[in-house]
């Protein structure tokens, strides 16, 4: 065990003591450390979101993690954490808090032999892929390049190929976590087996401070290939058929997803189809014929009977480069809202009411994402009681709402809110890292399997029995529009 320092009774008054910086409200640059890292521009100024912190600390060691944590517990101030900043609700932003901002842990150490990784929180996707492509070796990124692990780990992590290597929580072998008493420990399946499981997928209600992940990784595919198809909106029930029945024949190694876009996706002109839903199916394979006989179910099947708009075929796309698409999508500088939805019903089924509401979407770069993880056996894809990560279904829909004027917010809370009132009714339940915690608390506890949000809230319990850290973001009252 490491020895813990001495307690501090309050957090130093200098802006650099004991080796991390801090920032109060009255200081030059309070604004830009709370607001600038944040990946979600409705946060700054909306009131749907909670006020701001009263401090900003960014520890560079794990002994300045143990003292802000100690000093935050005896002047009894709520402690929010950051790693990277790319949550969509922004819940390190806290009223009055002390928001440990994680930008210094950025480590990352790879043993290639016994095919493990060492890495900070705020390691991004992006840079932990190019690093494990330089040994020839793969894990589970999100399919955004920018959010940092911390973040994307513990709440649970829908990452490349998860189908197939499963969501990236199940390859987290251990972790160092700074808990609420300033105690730091180790946490794995043998050692704090409990802290692990809720390592495991509860997300910014973790009682801790990961300063730490051990990981699991993968042989860098030999051959990862991507086909894709788009077609017009008008299609959009021909085209749910053939991939749900396409699927069916599809191995675990193909990742398949279906958007419905509008005139200001990516690409897209004034001469363009306006409305258009798009399919990508990824093989990660060994080699070029093993991608080819695991997308043979796309070839074999006469289609969905309605020409492509454009199509590619078994695209060779590098390991470290299958983010920058996905990363097109997101504009810098928008305002975002998202929510989740798990589905009982196959993709037709599912998206088939959503037709008509994307066209009348108030941003045309706003859309919605679909797949059906394990190509229709999400429901059988987790592993039963190990992991906090229990809340898993046939299919998965997210809408995306994103725009870039303030005055257009009431209108886009409006269309999401109506999303919503089309999807509720069949969902099973909702993805933590994603759902809109901040709309309503059904999303936090819908967001884990039935039976364990009791277990998630006392073991949130026993590892924080004052509450010093924030724990997950409550709703507020909502606006009218909501």
Known sequence: MTTMPDPVPTLPDSQATAG?????????????????GLFN????????????PDLVVAPKTETDVVAIVRA?????????IRSGGHSWIASSVREASVLVDLAAFDGISVNVEARTATV???????????????????????HCGTPA?????????????WGHWLPSCFSIRSLRVVLASGEIVVASATSNPDLFWLARGSGPGFPGIVT????????????IRLSTWMFALTDLSAVTRWVSRVS????????????????????????????????????????????????????DDPGPGVPALDHLEALPVAFDSLHEPVDATYPEGYRYLADTFWNPLDIHDALEPLAELITRAPSGASYILSGMPK?????????KGEAAFGMHDRSLVVPYVMWNDSADDAANLAWLTELRSVLEPTASGHFLSEADLRYDASRTSGSFAPGDWARVSQLITAFDPESLFCGFPQPREKPAAD
């Open 20 to 36: 991390y910086s801090r920032l109060t409200r009255d200081d030059p640059g309070f604004a830009e450390a709370v607001y600038e």
């Open 41 to 52: 521009k409705l946060s700054v100024d909306n009131p749907r979101f909670s006020g701001e």
């Open 72 to 80: 935050a517990a005896q002047s009894g101030t709520k402690v929010a």
């Open 120 to 142: 900070g929180p705020a390691v991004r996707g992006e840079r932990l892929s190019k690093e494990l492509v330089a040994h020839g070796l793969a894990f589970p990124v999100g």
């Open 149 to 161: 692990l911390g973040g994307f780990l513990l709440g649970g992590g829908l990452g490349v190929n």
């Open 212 to 223: 730490e992940f051990e990981l699991e990784l993968q042989p860098l595919p030999g051959a």
């Open 248 to 299: 069916a024949s599809l191995p675990s190694n193909v990742e398949v997803s279906l958007v419905m876009a509008g005139p200001g996706r990516p690409g897209a002109t004034s001469a363009s189809v306006p409305f258009v839903v798009g399919v990508a199916a990824t093989a990660f394979t060994d080699n070029a014929g093993a991608a080819r006989e695991a997308l043979r179910a796309f070839s």
């Open 375 to 383: 190509n229709g056996h999400g429901a059988e894809l987790l592993p």
